[in-house]
């Protein structure tokens, strides 16, 4: 029996917003409740509405950069650079940039579209 468990076909979230999702571990792909490891892409001019998810999460930014807005901070994070949100934290995620931004993101417990908490 294998020690391991090798991802070649990620589960593409499907969006109406031009944002690319690919769960590559979590509840979408393997009904992992504890961890999800998603690989995005943000378009320029993206944005979501703001939410106080039930769960930690990790971004690392791989290409280009990304705007969150911490209860009332706005941080601006680029390439190589990353940040750890903590649960239960009014949150908003945006691309306000030309560019798109790629990037991971990392959640504890997994993501889960109903522990999320999005406002409007």
Excluded at 45 to 55: A, I
Excluded at 57 to 68: H, L, N, P, V
Aim: aromatic residues 10%; charged residues 25%.
């Amino acid at each position: 029996m294998k020690k391991y468990t090798l991802q070649k076909s990620p589960f593409i979230v499907p969006t109406d917003d031009g944002k690319l999702i690919e769960e590559h571990f979590g509840n979408a792909i393997n009904n992992n409740p504890e961890l999800s490891i998603a690989h995005m892409v943000a378009p320029a001019g993206w944005s979501e509405p703001f939410q106080t998810p039930e769960f930690d999460e990790y971004t690392y930014i791989i290409k280009g950069k990304k705007q969150f807005i911490i209860d009332g901070e706005t941080i601006v994070l680029e390439a190589g650079q990353s940040i750890k949100i903590n649960k239960n934290v009014r949150v908003q995620y945006s691309n306000p940039f030309t560019e798109p931004c790629e990037y991971l993101a990392i959640c504890s417990p997994a993501f889960s579209i109903d522990k999320v908490n999005r406002e409007g």
